[in-house]
């Protein structure tokens, strides 16, 4: 499965996830996205890949991180 494949299969798999509140469960689906795709260019961090810039699947996982912070509450963040 390529970047853009497994973004597709992600964003299908936790659209329905993250509308119900389960910003842990999508946090940590991408988390596993990415970790595949360090795993499949045989790289251990996205810093060191050629594709970071603009990387759709990268971009998703900020996205979690942020949401899964802030509970889906924009401009908040709950650090406990």
């Known amino acids: 499965m390529n970047e853009t494949e497994n973004t597709q299969a992600f964003n299908a798999q936790t659209t329905e ?3 119900n509140g389960n910003f842990e469960e999508v946090l940590q689906e991408k988390i596993n996205l ?3 795709c360090q795993r499949n260019k045989s790289l251990t961090t996205c810093s060191l890949c050629e594709s ?4 759709k699947l990268r971009n998703e996982y900020v996205k979690a991180v942020y ?3 802030s509970k889906g509450q924009h401009g908040d963040f709950d650090f406990n």
């Open 17 to 19: 996830l993250g509308q």
């Open 34 to 36: 990415l970790q595949q």
């Open 52 to 55: 970071l810039i603009g990387c």
């Open 67 to 69: 949401e899964s912070m």
